[in-house]
């Protein structure tokens, strides 16, 4: 996977000068140890934190050894001073983590009392403005604090994801999807460069690439990738040339930014000035790392990077788009199981979703513009989706969108894909989520959320949860369990 950082993670363990530095040593060396018998990589970092020179050494080790994601590990008590002031001081996303007692038959010189010296930290962290990600119960013994190393891996690649992104989107958004219009200012606070740019701009890219001695290589992995699905082999070209502008205007503009997403403008004008409608290319750039929001949704593309560098595998953008029929439900009760009606629905879009996330995909004609834009014709400039059922397995949907008033907002809820046949078009499945029903009104509705979210292909809520929170967005929604009321919601 292209277009997501690689973490390298490092821990240093602190030492109060009041405490063996010993403890701190052994503890630490004891979680590498747990680190390797797990596979988890880690970078021991030599220097032991006890005071303000400590942390300027250890600072310099770290650049040295490349580390880009920190695990400040509380051996002992550790100095809250130095240990904010490293962590104030690196570049990168910061971990905290103590070290749980070692034995009931050690408590005299062998007691560390990072449990408490981790509530002296947080006081610190909170005079420097900090926003270090810290597990939901951060003491353990090394193999704990191994799992959560392993943990806070995805959450600080999404984390350095984000601070070095470069969204790039042609064309503004249409006024028929107003929803996924917002204000750009906090992708700015967020540490996110945006290029905006015309249609013409595009088109002028794509016609640029005529002749491109290239682009039969790209026909023909589009050929090999779709097999027998490969209905239209005379469009591959055409889809060729329009990956290659893309991914070479991508390169030519990273600028500062080290990871680039796009969200570009798909109709009505697309199909009639490029020739066929962009979303198997779309899903082609989604399998590298390369996210391609429809309809110009930024934020749409934000969602889907976060989702890719949370999960390493190619996400999905859906409209969270249509019931499920009452007769289905009971057809398929056996696939069900015990969700409720309430808790099912269909996630689909023209047909952007890669190859690997569905049954037997091929290319098709996207059918809702088809009947828009050529009518009485066969299907010539609306072909160029993929379609197929949404293969079943662990899902997670994911949006972050600004409000109005520039205030970042977050969703996430776990769910997955259902063994059903969605019997319609597109890239389409059967989505479940636990409490679904209540989660859309009084989240999704009532937060004024757009229709258009980010598909993660595991359970990744965990991690996405945690990186906006290093990431500073404040309001976080996710589905309650039966018995838990949401703030509006009717208790009668």
Same mark, same amino acid.
């Given at each position: 996977?292209?277009?997501?950082?690689?973490?390298?993670?490092?821990?240093?363990?602190?030492?109060?000068?009041?405490?063996?530095?010993?403890?701190?040593?052994?503890?630490?060396?004891?979680?590498?140890?747990?680190?390797?018998?797990?596979?988890?990589?880690?970078?021991?970092?030599?220097?032991?934190?006890?005071?303000?020179?400590?942390?300027?050494?250890?600072?310099? &080790?770290?650049?040295?050894?490349?580390?880009?994601?920190? $695990? %400040?590990? #509380?051996?002992? @008590?550790? +100095?809250?001073?130095? /240990?904010?002031?490293?962590?104030?001081?690196?570049?990168?996303?910061?971990?905290?983590?103590?070290?749980?007692?070692?034995?009931?038959?050690?408590?005299?010189?062998?007691?560390?009392?990072?449990?408490?010296?981790?509530?002296?930290?947080?006081?610190?962290?909170?005079?420097?403005?900090?926003?270090?990600?810290?597990? &939901?119960?951060?003491?353990?013994?090394?193999?704990?604090? $191994? %799992?959560? #190393?392993?943990? @806070?891996? +995805?959450?600080?690649? /999404?984390?350095?994801?984000?601070?070095?992104?470069?969204?790039?989107?042609?064309?503004?958004?249409?006024?028929?999807?107003?929803?996924?219009?917002?204000?750009?200012?906090?992708?700015?606070?967020?540490?996110?460069?945006?290029?905006?740019?015309?249609?013409?701009?595009?088109?002028?890219?794509?016609?640029?690439?005529?002749?491109?001695?290239?682009?039969?290589?790209?026909?023909?992995?589009?050929?090999?990738?779709?097999?027998?699905?490969?209905?239209?082999?005379?469009?591959?070209?055409?889809?060729?040339?329009?990956?290659?502008?893309?991914?070479?205007?991508?390169?030519?503009?990273?600028?500062?930014?080290?990871?680039?997403?796009?969200?570009?403008?798909?109709?009505?004008?697309?199909?009639?000035?490029?020739?066929?409608?962009?979303?198997?290319?779309?899903?082609?750039?989604?399998?590298?790392?390369?996210?391609?929001?429809?309809?110009?949704?930024?934020?749409?593309?934000?969602?889907?990077?976060?989702?890719?560098?949370?999960?390493?595998?190619?996400?999905?953008?859906?409209?969270?788009?249509?019931?499920?029929?009452?007769?289905?439900?009971?057809?398929?009760?056996?696939?069900?199981?015990?969700?409720?009606?309430?808790?099912?629905?269909?996630?689909?879009?023209?047909?952007?979703?890669?190859?690997?996330?569905?049954?037997?995909?091929?290319?098709?004609?996207?059918?809702?513009?088809?009947?828009?834009?050529?009518?009485?014709?066969?299907?010539?400039?609306?072909?160029?989706?993929?379609?197929?059922?949404?293969?079943?397995?662990?899902?997670?949907?994911?949006?972050?969108?600004?409000?109005?008033?520039?205030?970042?907002?977050?969703?996430?809820?776990?769910?997955?894909?259902?063994?059903?046949?969605?019997?319609?078009?597109?890239?389409?499945?059967?989505?479940?989520?636990?409490?679904?029903?209540?989660?859309?009104?009084?989240?999704?509705?009532?937060?004024?959320?757009?229709?258009?979210?980010?598909?993660?292909?595991?359970?990744?809520?965990?991690?996405?949860?945690?990186?906006?929170?290093?990431?500073?967005?404040?309001?976080?929604?996710?589905?309650?369990?039966?018995?838990?009321?949401?703030?509006?919601?009717?208790?009668?």
């Amino acid at each position: 996977m292209q277009n997501i950082p690689a973490v390298k993670l490092g821990i240093v363990a602190v030492s109060r000068d009041c405490f063996p530095i010993e403890l701190s040593h052994k503890r630490r060396n004891n979680v590498v140890a747990a680190c390797k018998e797990l596979k988890v990589p880690v970078i021991e970092i030599e220097t032991i934190v006890e005071n303000e020179s400590d942390a300027l050494k250890a600072l310099d &080790e770290i650049k040295q050894k490349g580390v880009n994601a920190l $695990a %400040v590990y #509380l051996g002992n @008590f550790g +100095p809250e001073g130095p /240990t904010t002031l490293m962590a104030q001081r690196f570049s990168g996303p910061v971990m905290f983590v103590a070290a749980a007692e070692d034995s009931g038959s050690d408590l005299i010189n062998g007691r560390g009392d990072a449990y408490c010296g981790l509530l002296s930290a947080s006081y610190n962290i909170g005079l420097r403005r900090l926003h270090p990600h810290i597990p &939901e119960y951060p003491v353990g013994d090394p193999k704990d604090v $191994a %799992v959560m #190393l392993a943990e @806070f891996i +995805p959450v600080a690649r /999404t984390v350095i994801g984000v601070r070095s992104l470069k969204i790039i989107s042609f064309g503004p958004r249409p006024f028929d999807f107003l929803t996924c219009h917002a204000p750009i200012q906090p992708l700015y606070d967020l540490g996110v460069e945006i290029m905006e740019n015309s249609e013409l701009d595009l088109y002028d890219l794509v016609q640029a690439e005529k002749g491109n001695p290239d682009l039969k290589r790209i026909a023909g992995e589009i050929a090999k990738e779709l097999g027998r699905g490969n209905t239209y082999p005379d469009l591959n070209e055409k889809l060729a040339q329009y990956e290659s502008a893309l991914e070479k205007y991508m390169q030519l503009h990273l600028g500062a930014s080290r990871y680039v997403a796009f969200a570009n403008k798909c109709w009505p004008a697309f199909e009639k000035f490029f020739g066929h409608v962009p979303c198997y290319i779309n899903s082609r750039l989604a399998a590298k790392g390369i996210p391609v929001a429809c309809e110009a949704d930024i934020y749409g593309a934000l969602s889907e990077y976060m989702s890719i560098c949370a999960t390493e595998l190619p996400p999905g953008i859906l409209d969270i788009n249509n019931s499920v029929p009452k007769d289905m439900y009971a057809e398929c009760r056996k696939a069900i199981g015990d969700y409720e009606l309430s808790d099912l629905w269909m996630g689909f879009h023209c047909g952007n979703m890669s190859s690997a996330c569905l049954m037997n995909p091929s290319t098709q004609h996207q059918l809702i513009m088809h009947r828009l834009m050529e009518p009485d014709h066969a299907p010539d400039i609306t072909r160029g989706t993929l379609e197929g059922r949404i293969k079943a397995g662990p899902i997670s949907i994911f949006r972050v969108q600004s409000t109005p008033e520039s205030r970042l907002r977050a969703y996430m809820a776990n769910g997955e894909v259902l063994d059903v046949n969605p019997r319609s078009f597109g890239s389409i499945g059967v989505f479940a989520i636990r409490g679904m029903g209540r989660f859309y009104r009084h989240v999704l509705i009532e937060k004024r959320f757009p229709h258009h979210t980010a598909i993660a292909f595991k359970h990744a809520g965990k991690t996405l949860f945690a990186a906006c929170r290093m990431l500073g967005i404040q309001e976080l929604f996710f589905n309650l369990p039966r018995g838990v009321y949401y703030p509006t919601e009717n208790p009668f």
